[in-house]
């Protein structure tokens, strides 16, 4: 009697589990939950048939111990193979959403890369990403997403990076308004940063800036590529102890919760120092 108790212990554990696995696997593709539901069932249909054998007298307490090991290694198996579809789609998906960049800028050497942590203690909304120098990440990289601009790389370690973001004061990005050309530097600020929004600063008295403008980098510096977008004009000020003018800049990417980015490993004109152009001159 003890046995057969024992046997039925054995069967609703069983059952258990691969309720479970068939949980886990109905978020993920159809072809992998029939594999995996086809793969468990085969043995847990053997295992009911043992079981029904053993209150015959057909196996022993032993042998079906035995079996029930083997399942929970293969149903084990099985969930993890699961867990690394669902990882590898996942990252498949955030490499088609950025293919384009490559095929927009040739020039550029990228490393696509996730959000694996913030840190609570970062007031400007830094991060650490799981890419490092064995992926050719340098610190002072540009980070990007399909949004535009993010930050830059400002610590690196072997696999992961802390990236910085723009709405650090930190941040100094030549930057420029797409339509009317006028020039400053982009720059983050403690009394901004809250909302998502950063400062251009450094421009001209007469600039011709309007709220709704697109603002984007210059390239000025080699730090970073141009015409990668910052964000869109929100408001326009001026400074209360030197009356000169700002804008505030709001990114399209909410920089505070942004999980996927791209690192631009390399780019032509990086590290090369221009000089403003006679029009930008003039504007200034």
Request: net charge negative; aromatic share 6%; hydrophobic share 35%.
């Amino acid at each position: 009697m003890k046995e057969h108790n024992y046997a039925k212990k054995i069967l609703l554990t069983t059952f258990i589990v691969l309720l479970v696995t068939a949980v886990v696997t109905a978020a993920v593709d159809k072809n992998i939950f029939s594999d995996v539901y086809t793969a468990v069932s085969k043995p847990f249909q053997q295992t009911t048939a043992a079981l029904a054998q053993d209150s015959a007298g057909g196996k022993t307490r032993e042998e079906l111990l035995a079996e029930n090991s083997e399942l929970h290694e293969e149903i084990n198996d099985l969930v993890s193979r699961v867990i690394d579809y669902d990882e590898v789609k996942k990252e498949n998906e955030v490499l088609r959403k950025y293919y384009g960049i490559k095929d927009d800028h040739p020039d550029y050497g990228i490393a696509v890369a996730n959000v694996i942590r913030r840190d609570p203690n970062d007031d400007f909304y830094g991060f650490t990403i799981d890419k490092g120098s064995r992926d050719d990440v340098s610190r002072g990289d540009p980070v990007i997403n399909d949004g535009g601009l993010v930050g830059w790389i400002s610590e690196v370690n072997v696999t992961t990076s802390k990236v910085t973001t723009l709405l650090s004061p930190e941040a100094k990005v030549g930057a420029m308004d797409q339509k009317t050309h006028d020039s400053g530097i982009a720059t983050g600020s403690a009394s901004l940063c809250d909302n998502g929004e950063l400062m251009l600063s450094v421009i001209s008295a007469d600039n011709k800036i309007a709220q709704g403008d697109i603002v984007i980098t210059t390239g000025v510096g080699g730090v970073y590529p141009s015409d990668i977008v910052i964000g869109k004009v929100t408001r326009l000020g001026y400074n209360e102890f030197d009356t000169t003018p700002y804008a505030v800049i709001k990114p399209y990417t909410d920089l505070k919760t942004v999980s996927d980015v791209v690192v631009i490993t390399s780019f032509d004109g990086q590290g090369v120092i221009e000089e403003p152009s006679d029009t930008d001159t003039e504007k200034k």
